[in-house]
């Protein structure tokens, strides 16, 4: 069982593990996978492919050497779920960096400066 153990330690050596990213991907894919029990014939083999595809996705992220590319991903994510519970403000990106800006939600129109280059632009909060 030790031997086992440090083989699995050194195998995961420099390869990304798991995160809330891939936890999502695992959710979904086992409730495609369930509600694939629930048809048949096509219906039913697209959301076991659909189902298996995610796994896959999930593993190839656990077991990916690209750690900088995953850990990206998973604060993307992180970011979208933070804004998602965000209910004060809203956010826009500038329409000249892409810069992302928050603004506080309801206030009408705002004239928005962007702080990294200074572009003004209007939007409805
Ligand atoms: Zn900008």
């Known amino acids: 069982m030790n031997r086992f153990k440090n083989w699995?330690?050194?195998?995961?050596?420099g390869r990304y593990g798991t995160d809330k990213l891939?936890?999502?991907?695992?959710?979904?894919?086992?409730i495609v996978c369930l509600i694939g029990c629930f048809f048949s014939g096509l219906t039913s083999s697209l959301l076991t492919t659909v189902s298996y595809s995610l796994m896959v996705w999930a593993i190839f992220r656990t077991f990916s050497r690209n750690t900088y590319k995953r850990y990206q991903e998973n604060r993307k994510y992180l970011l979208f779920l933070e804004r998602?519970?965000?209910?004060?403000?809203r956010y826009f990106k500038?329409?000249?960096?892409r810069q992302r800006v928050r603004v506080p939600?309801?206030?009408g129109k705002v004239a928005i400066t962007c702080p990294r280059c200074k572009e003004r632009f209007i939007r409805n909060s």
Not at 22 to 30: A, D, E, F, W
Not at 84 to 89: A, F, M, Q, V, Y
Request: net charge positive; with cysteine.
């Open 8 to 13: 699995f330690r050194r195998f995961m050596e």
């Open 22 to 30: 891939n936890t999502l991907i695992l959710t979904v894919g086992l």
């Open 84 to 89: 998602l519970k965000d209910r004060e403000h």
């Open 94 to 97: 500038c329409p000249k960096c």
């Open 105 to 107: 939600r309801g206030k």
